[in-house]
């Protein structure tokens, strides 16, 4: 998705689109747009004129916000079934490893403290 942006970024940039429309379409900074643009260099102008331009752009930018707000909650999802999962000794570290992808250590570090609701987690020196 940030590829289909970037390069969309690119194309409105070709067309003589200002960076500064752009970078609001699309919700980034103006050295994020001309960035994006830099990364483009075998393209050519296409004609399209600047509306359709900017309404592509928007409409990439939100699909994009949007798919970043969804991967952030499924993570929180993620790290909240791995710290049950871990507190009510349904799985060890090594087997929760070979099922998600991530090392041992990493699980371990993730869920510290997480999901204990209320309880003084070991960080803050209190009882365990």
């Given amino acids: 998705m940030t590829s289909t942006l970037n390069r969309q ?8 689109v200002k960076a500064g429309a752009l ?3 699309a919700q980034l900074s103006r050295k994020e747009v001309m960035h994006a643009g830099l990364a ?3 393209l050519h102008p296409t004609g399209t004129p600047a509306r359709h331009h900017l309404a592509a752009v928007h409409n990439l930018g939100d ?3 949007s ?9 929180a999802d993620q790290l ?4 049950a ?3 009510q000794g349904i799985m060890d570290d090594f087997e929760l490893a070979r099922l998600t992808g991530l090392r041992h250590d990493q699980i371990r570090r993730l869920a510290w403290g ?4 209320g309880a003084t987690s070991r960080r803050s020196g209190g009882p365990q």
């Fill in 9 to 16: 970024l690119a194309l409105a940039l070709e067309d003589g």
């Fill in 23 to 25: 970078a609001e379409a």
């Fill in 40 to 42: 483009f260099e075998e």
């Fill in 63 to 65: 699909e994009l916000s």
């Fill in 67 to 75: 798919m970043k707000l969804s991967k952030a909650a499924t993570e």
């Fill in 80 to 83: 909240e079934l791995l710290a």
């Fill in 85 to 87: 999962t871990r507190r």
């Fill in 114 to 117: 997480v999901g204990t609701h």
